[in-house]
């Protein structure tokens, strides 16, 4: 950890947003921002050293990196995904890591208004006629949203938010979800998806990327689905069977789709997309970009930068992605003692018996446990010996003790 005058250092990669930057330095960080990600031996050659490593999806965290990163706190994915970082391995040596859960969940949201709206007019039709040099001014098979019944299957972060945008275009809105969720406005709960899609003109997923979901969205299903209605999917690509899809779109049973998301996406930009979903009239196909605006980037700099500061600072771990979310609020005076460690029964018990045997007043404490990390924050009164934190930092279970303020 550094001294009293040497500043904690964050190494950002990836061109993270000027937003995270700022915030860091205002806070005392020294950052170095490099518009690139970095490979294992140029990672591992600079990160001794570094408290705070941001990355967004093109570097690869491993644990031999982990294992050179000696100073290491927590990893910032500036980003949604967490694919890129072995969590297990970052848990196990006591870095955090942190991400962006819910910064572009807007974005995704006003990509489906859009797009609802625009299938509803038939506009890419209107718009591929007017480019061909063809006037097709008619009013044939273009409505209104407004009035029209909007059926959202996963009702989380996106399905929610899309609710109340689509109640205030005059659409009624119905859900479906497995978990328990509250109705928003006016929006009703299905009990099943069969009901959702029996009173359903659009038809939208939300939901998220479990295995289960796999195939979620199929033949049967598309089957069901009104006559002449609409179908929206910017979840995940494995939700959906595009061939079935094809199928009901050319026989006239839909009246048309957007996609965002794909079985199979391209590696790189530039490379050819390959579907089953090209070529069709009123289906909307875009490259995964339902989050991806400038708004959402600066959100994710401001999230992950104030995720990964109140970590150093307070030992909060609310949603990190990797070690037991704990948060407590900061102590008014005193210390703070973060222990994180190998789950195993009677850890609790011994770190205070070991403040016990010491006369340490405990004035705060919490335990959170997730797999095979337990995480626990505890607010000590200003009396403490070196002794203590030996003892502490010593126990065969102990991954990493920090005494903050
Ligand atoms: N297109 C993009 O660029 C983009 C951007 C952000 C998020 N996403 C994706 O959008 C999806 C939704 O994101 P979110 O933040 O709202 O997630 P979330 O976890 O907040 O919500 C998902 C909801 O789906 C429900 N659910 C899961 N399986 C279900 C099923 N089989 N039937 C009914 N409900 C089910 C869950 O209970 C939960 O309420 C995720 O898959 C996410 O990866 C895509």
Same mark, same amino acid.
């Given at each position: 950890m550094s001294s009293a005058t040497e500043p904690l250092r964050a190494l950002l990669l990836e061109s993270i947003h000027s937003d995270a930057v700022a915030s860091l330095e205002k806070n005392g960080y020294a950052v170095e921002l490099l518009d690139r990600a970095l490979d294992e031996d140029e990672l591992i050659a600079r990160v001794a050293g570094v408290h705070i490593l941001g990355i967004r999806s093109k570097t690869t965290i491993t644990d031999a990196v982990l294992a050179a990163a000696t100073d290491l706190l927590a990893v910032g994915a500036f980003c949604i995904g967490t694919n890129q970082i072995d969590l297990s391995a970052a848990a196990q040596r006591g870095v955090a890591v942190f991400n962006a859960p819910f910064s572009n969940t807007r974005s995704v949201v006003e990509l489906v208004v859009a797009e609802l709206i625009a299938l509803t007019r038939r506009l890419m039709e209107k718009n591929s006629s007017m480019h061909a040099?063809?006037? %097709?001014? @008619?009013?044939?098979g273009a409505h209104e949203v407004r009035g029209r019944r909007l059926g959202i299957v996963g009702y989380g972060n996106i399905g929610s938010q899309l609710s109340v945008l689509a109640e205030s275009l005059g659409m009624s809105v119905f859900f479906y979800d497995t978990a328990d969720k509250l109705a928003l406005g006016n929006a009703r709960r299905c009990a099943s998806m069969e009901e959702l899609l029996a009173v359903s003109d659009v038809v939208t997923l939300h939901v %998220?990327?479990?295995? +289960? =979901? @796999? +195939? *979620?969205?199929g033949e049967a299903e598309f089957a069901r689905m009104r006559p002449g209605s609409l179908f929206l999917n910017l979840s995940r690509g494995f939700v959906v069977d595009h061939g079935a899809l094809r199928k009901h779109i050319e026989s006239g049973h839909l009246a048309g789709a957007a996609i965002d998301v794909f079985p199979q996406e391209p590696k790189g930009r530039g490379d050819e997309f390959v579907s089953? *979903?090209? +070529? *069709?009239?009123n289906v909307i196909i875009t490259p995964h970009i339902g989050g991806s605006t400038e708004e959402a980037q600066q959100d994710i700099g401001q999230f992950v930068a104030g995720k990964l500061q109140d970590f150093v600072a307070t030992g909060n771990t609310a949603l990190s992605v990797n070690v037991p979310a704990v948060s407590l609020p900061a102590p008014a005076a005193g210390h703070r003692l973060t222990h994180l460690h190998r789950n195993t029964p009677g850890v609790l018990a011994t770190i205070n018996g070991i403040l016990a045997d010491h006369d340490v007043n405990i004035e705060g404490q919490l335990l959170g446990t997730r797999g095979e990390i337990g995480y626990v924050i505890t607010d000590i009164g200003t009396q403490y010996t070196t002794d203590v934190l030996e003892q502490l930092r010593a126990l065969? =279970?102990?991954?990493r003790l920090r005494l903050l303020s």
């Open positions: 040099g063809v006037w %097709d001014k @008619s009013a044939e %998220d990327g479990r295995p +289960g =979901n @796999s +195939g *979620l969205f089953e *979903l090209r +070529g *069709l009239p065969p =279970n102990t991954v």
